[in-house]
Nanobody, 124 residues
Framework: QVQLVESGGGLVQAGGSLRLSCAASGRTFSSYAMGWFRQAPGKEREFVTAISRSGGNTYYADSVKGRFTISRDNAMNTVYLQMNSLKPEDTAVYYC?????????????????WGPGTQVTVSS
């Protein structure tokens, strides 16, 4: 079992920055990959970024490449999402997820556990 809780969401102006955190508990954190997804109103949940167990490999959706950075601190059981140059189209509920058996994936079905999500709203 893995429990995930996101934090750090909020309201920010376009061009601003936010850092999301996802605290994990349960299974040994360094034993699984992590991902961030987001879901805007009326849209399907979409991949944002993922990171391997050690943090040595990262993957990004084209829409966030160069603006968002994923990182993890295995000693703190936490994964982070640094979001810079935010745009109104980044507005969504952001979810972290645990991939127990893979190396980090863009596929929703690869993830076994999900957090409840945190709202990010970017005003124009």
């Amino acid at each position: 079992q893995v429990q995930l809780v996101e934090s750090g969401g909020g309201l920010v102006q376009a061009g601003g920055s936010l850092r999301l955190s996802c605290a994990a508990s349960g299974r040994t954190f360094s034993s699984y990959a992590m991902g961030w997804f987001r879901q805007a109103p009326g849209k399907e949940r979409e991949f944002v970024t993922a990171i391997s167990r050690s943090g040595g490999n990262t993957y990004y959706a084209d829409s966030v490449k160069g603006r968002f950075t994923i990182s993890r601190d295995n000693a703190m059981n936490t994964v982070y999402l640094q979001m810079n140059s935010l745009k109104p189209e980044d507005t969504a509920v952001y979810y972290c997820a645990a991939d127990l058996y893979g190396l980090g994936s863009a596929r929703l079905s690869s993830y076994n556990y999900w957090g409840p999500g945190t709202q990010v709203t970017v005003s124009s």
